[in-house]
């Protein structure tokens, strides 16, 4: 977006201007587009303020999970002749039930440096759970466990900076 489109949002979120301290309405039209800004660039928070008004608008964002199907139920089992199947091969694939990166960004294992980390190897977690927070332009991304588990391998080191798709742990 360009400084034009900038400048046009700014004045969508403040309307015109008055000189009583009215309290400001709400453009719902500058809300949408914020929110429409949000889901191109990615970002999980946008801000803009002028005049002394302010509109934020944020959003959670939802991890980003590769999980690789199992046989259906009641289907076949593949022959006894057939190859065995590699390891996971971490760079390569993700084994089932690996959270990856949703972004680019540097991943913490705790709420706060010196603070108990949110999960290690053998908790037992609920969907909605945080897990990590991966850190991208200044803002704190909570990653949240997309189902029950417990956890068997967590792949990263706290502050390390992580690649989109990268696995982080794996949920058993």
């Given at each position: 977006?360009?400084?034009?489109?900038?400048r046009?949002?700014t004045?969508?979120?403040?309307?015109?201007?008055?000189?009583?301290?009215?309290?400001?309405?709400?453009?719902?039209a500058?809300?949408?587009?914020?929110?429409?800004?949000?889901?191109?660039?990615?970002?999980?928070e946008?801000?803009?303020?002028?005049?002394?008004?302010?509109?934020?608008?944020?959003?959670?964002?939802?991890?980003?999970?590769?999980?690789?199907?199992?046989p259906?139920?009641?289907?076949?089992?593949?022959?006894?002749?057939?190859?065995?199947?590699?390891?996971?091969?971490?760079r390569?694939?993700?084994a089932?039930?690996?959270?990856?990166?949703?972004m680019?960004?540097?991943?913490?294992v705790a709420?706060?440096p010196?603070a108990?980390?949110?999960v290690?190897v053998?908790?037992?977690?609920?969907?909605?759970?945080?897990?990590?927070i991966?850190?991208?332009?200044?803002?704190?991304n909570?990653?949240l466990?997309?189902?029950?588990?417990?956890?068997?391998?967590?792949?990263v080191?706290?502050?390390?900076?992580?690649?989109?798709?990268?696995?982080?742990?794996i949920?058993?």
């Amino acid at each position: 977006m360009n400084m034009k489109g900038v400048r046009q949002l700014t004045k969508l979120a403040n309307g015109p201007k008055s000189k009583t301290h009215e309290p400001m309405s709400v453009d719902v039209a500058a809300i949408r587009e914020l929110a429409e800004l949000l889901t191109e660039t990615g970002l999980t928070e946008i801000e803009i303020e002028q005049g002394g008004q302010r509109l934020r608008v944020s959003r959670q964002a939802s991890p980003l999970v590769h999980t690789v199907p199992g046989p259906a139920a009641g289907a076949q089992a593949e022959p006894a002749t057939s190859a065995p199947e590699p390891a996971p091969n971490r760079r390569e694939g993700h084994a089932p039930g690996t959270i990856t990166s949703p972004m680019v960004g540097t991943v913490y294992v705790a709420p706060q440096p010196g603070a108990p980390p949110f999960v290690k190897v053998g908790d037992a977690v609920k969907e909605g759970d945080t897990l990590l927070i991966v850190e991208a332009m200044k803002t704190m991304n909570p990653i949240l466990a997309p189902r029950s588990g417990t956890v068997s391998e967590i792949c990263v080191r706290d502050a390390e900076p992580v690649e989109f798709g990268q696995a982080l742990l794996i949920l058993s």
